[in-house]
Every structure is written in C-alpha cells, then in structure tokens.
C-alpha cells in the first residue's frame, strides 16, 4: 500500500530509473515504479520522468529531467510537491561563506535542501535554479557576513541576479562539530535570520581595513612557501571578491620567477662613448 504523498519514478529510461532510485532511497522518499501508459495512483504527487516521455503522463506535477539537470533545485522542488506551501510563502536560500560555501533552501520552516556547494560562484546558479524551479514564487537569498573574501565572490555573483539579497549577522549562527553538516546548519539558520538588504555592487562599497589586508597578505606568504608577499593593491582584489588567493599566488609566483636572479650582476659595457 502506498503512502499518501509519494513520488512516481516513470520512465524507461534504465540509467536514469537506476540514478534516480538510488537517491529516493537515501533520502527516504516513497516511490512506485511507472511506464508512460499506466495509470497513476492518486497518492502520486510528483512524476519524474524524461523530457521526452513528460508529454505522455496527466498529472499537475510532472518534472522532466534532462541531463545536467541540477540536483538541488530539483530535490527542492520534490520537496515541495510532497509538503505544498502557499504559493505566497517565501522562499529563504541561506548561504554560509566559504571556499565550499553551506547552503540551505527553506520553505515554511521546512528545509527542502541543504548541503555544500563547490565554490561560491555556484551560489548564483543555485539560485537561478530556484528561480526556473519556483518560477511563481518569491525567493529571498540571506548571505551570512563571515569569510570575506568568498561572501564578495557570492555577492558579485548574485549581482546579475534580480533575486534580492541580505547580509546576515553570522554571530552565534555556527554550530560545532564537523565542517560540511556545520556549514549546512550555520545556512539554515542564516536563512532564517532577516539581514541588512544589499543592492547590486553595493559591496564594493564596503570598507577594506588594513587588518584585512595584512592578513591576507600573510595568507599569500604562508601559501608561497614564504618566497614572497602578494601586494596591497592584489590583497585588496582578493577581499572584493574579484580573485582568489589562489589566483593572487599564482600571478605572484608569475613574478617571482620572471625577476633577475639574485647573484646576476650587470656586465659592464667596454665601449667608449
């Protein structure tokens, strides 16, 4: 006997059928098995499926997977069809800072995803995919004020986006234990804590204090080896989010090697003027 509220995985398309069950079960989500032509049992509210086969099944929610498909924005909106929302609640994407930034989307209280994205950059086309994902519904992206460096790369990022964006208090916000399921903790409770509203390139703005500067310059050396410094002016790039330090090193590194050696001396010219 079904469950109410389940999933239909509907297709005969045998790679995706085996992907896509095995990440029904670890999230322990009641499932039945179609082919297009079978009834759909009234307990179903989502159908996942081929974009090719989507046009054989009636149903109000039918999701076509396409490859490259993103899996956050699509386990969020499984999510959401098992546990409807009033089209007029908000959507929070809380994003803890980081080299692999936390994030969490929340609906109604509800988390319908949360996890570690690769970079910050990645913060942009989660939510972009929201937006594709949700696209009747408003959402609202709260961008905690810690790691400087990858929160300007995120807010850079978010800037073409149209979605608007708070700065949140990080204060109190990261729990212990280990880094990925902390990261994802400290996104949830960002999301559910209201922030400064930012406009787009308004973080340029936003002081750089010598501290901040000198701090990552240490970084610079520490990630050299200690063969050399990256300048003020790079140090500056790094904390407006417009490179990493990885980046800084690297062009730093470009110089190190490009100087005249140490022990070279100029030759002397011998001839007269």
Known sequence: MLRARCVALATLDARLYEELAGELRERHLSCVSLVPGQRIPAEVSVVLTTPEEAGRFRHPRVIPIAPGTDRTALWAAVEQALHPASPSTEILLGLDPGPRPGYAVLSDERCLAEGNLRRPEESAELAQELHRRFPKRSIRVRVGDGDRPARERILNALSSSALPVEIVNEEGTTPRGSRRPRDA?????????????????????????????????????????????????????????????????????QRYQARPSQGARPRRSTERS
Not at 195 to 207: F, N, T, W
């Open 185 to 253: 903790i400290a996104a949830r409770v960002i999301a559910r804590s209201p922030g400064r509203p930012v406009e787009p390139h308004a973080s340029s703005a936003m002081p750089v204090t010598a501290g901040e500067i000198a701090n990552v310059q240490r970084l610079s050396r520490e990630h050299s080896g200690g063969q050399f410094t990256i300048p003020r002016a790079e140090a500056h790039r790094v904390l407006r989010g417009e490179l990493t330090l990885s980046e800084a090193v690297g062009l730093g590194a």
